[in-house]
């Protein structure tokens, strides 16, 4: 079994920053990609930002030059620091990884979700 914990979310005025977290715990050998969803009322979730094992990023143009997604692999944790937040980033945000468990002798990669965590900007 493998989980996602999300942490991080809540209130903030336009201009000011949060920090999101999202820990996997579980039975886990490696993880790939991981990254960080929104979706807003009445919208489809959409990709916001994304790192890949070896640290590579991408990021949606909505977010860049504000947002920084980051891991810590040896804590299985993913980072993302939103700064310059706008009432458009209000949304819940889910946490996303693509993980590798025992799987008879070998290895068997799915992805998983965190349960989510609300972000409200207020203008």
């Known amino acids: 079994q493998v989980q996602l914990v999300e942490s991080g979310g809540g209130l903030v005025q336009t201009g000011g920053s949060l920090r999101l977290s999202c820990a996997a715990s579980?039975?886990?050998?490696?993880?790939?990609?991981m990254g960080w969803y929104r979706q807003a009322p009445g919208k489809e979730r959409e990709l916001v930002a994304a790192?890949?094992?070896?640290?590579?990023?991408n990021y949606a143009d909505a977010v860049k030059g504000r947002f920084t997604i980051s891991r810590d692999n040896a804590k299985s944790t993913v980072y993302l620091q939103m700064n310059s937040l706008k009432p458009e980033d209000t949304a819940v945000y889910y946490c996303?990884?693509?993980?590798?468990?025992?799987?008879?002798?070998?290895?068997?990669?799915?992805?998983?979700w965190g349960q989510g965590t609300q972000v409200t900007v207020s203008s």
């Open positions: 579980g039975s886990i050998i490696s993880i790939n990609a």
């Open positions: 996303n990884a693509n993980i590798g468990s025992p799987y008879g002798a070998g290895l068997q990669y799915n992805d998983y």
């Open positions: 790192i890949a094992s070896g640290g590579r990023t």
